[in-house]
Nanobody
Framework: QVQLVESGGGLVQPGGSLRLSCAAS????????VGWFRQAPGKEREGVSA????????YYSNDVKYRFSISRDSAKNTVYLQMNNLKPEDTATYFC???????????????WGQGTQVTVSS
């Protein structure tokens, strides 16, 4: 069965870095578009980054481009989100997800991880 297990969240100071990991099981990551979403209290869940399954194209939201980097390790079947120069507004619960259209008007992943909390504060 399909499962996404996230780790790597925590408390960091502004300007710090953090790497999130999402270990997938039940399928091969390359079979689907995979990516990361986040949700802060009182806000809707938003897309952060993705890797397309069709051509390997990489997508970033305007808020995180040049600061975050997405990657995947085929041998470990794991997706990563390297987050640098973190800001307080990055504070949110981060979710990895799979099987969605990164260019769609509505992002509706078929598979979700449980989420990991990222808090950026001094």
């Amino acid at each position: 069965q399909v499962q996404l297990v996230e780790s790597g969240g925590g408390l960091v100071q502004p300007g710090g870095s953090l790497r999130l990991s999402c270990a997938a099981s039940g399928f091969t990551l390359e079979e689907y578009t995979v990516g990361w979403f986040r949700q802060a209290p009182g806000k809707e869940r938003e897309g952060v980054s993705a890797i397309s399954s069709t051509d390997g194209g990489i997508y970033y939201s305007n808020d995180v481009k040049y600061r975050f980097s997405i990657s995947r390790d085929s041998a470990k079947n794991t997706v990563y989100l390297q987050m640098n120069n973190l800001k307080p507004e990055d504070t949110a619960t981060y979710f990895c997800a799979a099987d969605f259209d990164p260019e769609g008007r509505k992002l509706s992943p078929k598979y979700w991880g449980q989420g990991t909390q990222v808090t950026v504060s001094s």
